[in-house]
T-cell receptor, first 114, second 113 residues
Framework: AQSVTQLGSHVSVSEGALVLLRCNYSSSVPPYLFWYVQYPNQGLQLLLK??????LVKGINGFEAEFKKSETSFHLTKPSAHMSDAAEYFCAVRETGTASKLTFGTGTRLQVTL | SQTIHQWPATLVQPVGSPLSLECTVEGTSNPNLYWYRQAAGRGLQLLFY??????ISSEVPQNLSASRPQDRQFILSSKKLLLSDSGFYLCAWNRGSSTDTQYFGPGTRLTVL
């Protein structure tokens, strides 16, 4: 079965600093990987997804992620954090099979300080 | 464009009472539908999914059940709520292709007292 591990349940950065949120995956087949963002008391919104095309994926709000097969990683980055980036971020991997299920990591809460 | 609705937005229920949460999708047909629960401080747990009307798959055995009476309607139910059923319930849909995104509804905050 596919799985993802998000290292660091809480990450704090200063406004303007680099954001790096880590995600490692385990998959028996070429994975499809997703990053979602969740603001308090809201649903999840897709930031970006990797579907075996370009290994560097650009998403919304200035975020990007790089698929590294050798490291089984799909880390999320943003060059300069903004206060509005404070939220919870989830990495997910698509399960094999016809139901297109996703397996989510446990999430990383990003705090942005002045 | 497609939209997904969930109601109610918040719900406070006593232990032992029944539950019915509704999710509807507009602007698409024959979507895959999913129910997730997000407990406080935890990730998302897939509860049920459906690939068609009347087709329900359960991921976690529990006192909850799901039904899909219409193509774009997904209902989460319980006959008797437990304290442990408290959480944030999210409905999601996708078109079913391998690369397709799951789109999430706004969620229902359930508190069981």
């Amino acid at each position: 079965a596919q799985s993802v591990t998000q290292l660091g349940s809480h990450v704090s950065v200063s406004e303007g600093a680099l954001v790096l949120l880590r995600c490692n995956y385990s998959s028996s087949v070429p994975p499809y990987l997703f990053w979602y963002v969740q603001y308090p008391n809201q649903g999840l919104q897709l930031l970006l997804k990797y579907t075996s095309a370009a290994t560097l994926v650009k998403g919304i709000n200035g975020f990007e992620a790089e698929f590294k097969k050798s490291e089984t990683s799909f880390h999320l980055t943003k060059p300069s954090a903004h206060m509005s980036d404070a939220a919870e971020y989830f990495c997910a991997v698509r399960e094999t099979g016809t139901a297109s299920k996703l397996t989510f990591g446990t999430g990383t809460r990003l705090q942005v300080t002045l | 464009s497609q939209t997904i609705h969930q109601w109610p937005a918040t719900l406070v229920q006593p232990v032992g009472s029944p539950l019915s949460l509704e999710c509807t999708v507009e602007g698409t047909s024959n979507p895959n539908l999913y129910w997730y629960r997000q407990a406080a401080g935890r990730g998302l747990q897939l509860l049920f999914y459906s690939v068609g009307i009347g087709q329900i798959s359960s991921e976690v055995p529990q006192n909850l059940s799901a039904s899909r009476p219409q193509d774009r309607q997904f209902i989460l139910s319980s006959k008797k709520l437990l304290l442990s059923d408290s959480g944030f319930y999210l409905c999601a849909w996708n078109r079913g292709s391998s690369t397709d995104t799951q789109y999430f509804g706004p969620g229902t905050r359930l508190t069981v007292l």
